[in-house]
């Protein structure tokens, strides 16, 4: 019993290590991901008016999220 007891201490660590890699490489990831959309968002905008100077705000996809679907469906 107590050689099992051992060998279950002995994975949990390893498992307990082995999730601290693993929680500080998605935290590194995260970081990275968060810069790259930063990146992307700053970029973005200057594109898209750049192309279409006339656009129309209304019809953006960000702002479709954003409406209310049961106000529209009523007459």
Known sequence: ME???SELYLQNCYIIQENE???KKAQQLNQENQALL???KEKLPKTS???NPNR???HDSSSI???NPSRSSRP
Do not use: C, H, I
Request: glycine share 0%; hydrophobic share 20%; proline share 6%.
């Open 21 to 23: 890699r693993l929680r």
């Open 56 to 58: 129309d705000p209304s």
């Open 3 to 5: 050689k099992l007891n």
């Open 65 to 67: 999220s954003t409406r």
């Open 49 to 51: 008016s750049s192309s």
């Open 38 to 40: 930063a990146e992307m």
